[in-house]
Antibody, heavy 117, light 107 residues
């Protein structure tokens, strides 16, 4: 089955770090553009970061310098390293595959990150 | 960054109503626009891509139109399963951006 599975969410203190994982099945992350999208409780969708098939990355202004997207090709997994966490980073984090320029066609089930003191 | 502004943000409607949601982009994006439906606790579902192409399996009561900076999503006859939140998304520029969402509620 073609799917994405996110893990790694949890409760963290402000200023802390967390790494999310997004494991892909039945397709290769090395051949696709994969993004992280988050949704704060009761709020809309917010694109966070993305990694191209060639390895290039792009980040939103809200997370640039704090979050880093990367991947492990043998493990077919994309990561989101989140540092200097803030309360406003509290959200469900989804990874999603993009048909580049057209749509996000595959989403994971999401993992909840809560940043609270 | 490209800003996408949806209107209205909330919409009350009845089963059978024709519903139109507008998405305006802060600069031209051609037809690089997708529409998603999201229900509470669920993952977004793709409805429309390339502004007007219906995703396979999506009922034909959904349609999209527009290009450049103004786009619309139309539901020709609202069904009970269509009460949800709808988002537009641009896929031509980075960072990718979404509209703020339009919640379609029961009148």
């Amino acid at each position: 089955e073609v799917r994405l599975v996110e893990t790694g969410g949890g409760v963290m203190r402000p200023g802390g770090s967390l790494r999310l994982s997004c494991a892909a099945s039945e397709f290769y992350v090395s051949e696709n553009y994969v993004s992280w999208v988050r949704q704060a409780p009761g709020k809309g969708l917010e694109w966070v970061s993305g990694i191209f098939s060639g390895g290039g990355t792009s980040d939103s202004d809200a997370v640039r310098g704090r979050f880093t997207i990367s991947r492990d090709i043998p493990k077919n997994t994309v990561y989101l390293q989140m540092n200097s966490l803030r309360a406003e980073d509290t959200a469900v984090y989804y990874c999603a595959r993009e048909r580049l320029g057209y749509f996000f066609d595959l989403w994971g089930q999401g993992t909840l990150v809560t940043v609270s003191s | 960054d490209i800003q996408l502004t949806q209107s209205p943000s909330f919409l009350s409607a009845s089963v059978g109503d024709r519903v139109t949601i507008t998405c305006r982009a802060s600069q031209g994006i051609g037809t690089y626009l997708a529409w998603y439906q999201q229900k509470p606790g669920k993952v977004p579902k793709l409805l429309i891509y390339a502004a007007a192409t219906l995703q396979s399996g999506v009922p034909s009561r959904f349609s999209g139109s527009g290009s450049g900076t103004e786009f619309t999503l139309t539901i020709s006859s609202l069904q009970p399963e269509d009460f949800a939140t709808y988002y537009c998304q641009q896929l031509i520029f980075f960072p990718r951006t979404f509209g703020q969402g339009t919640k379609v509620e029961v009148k």
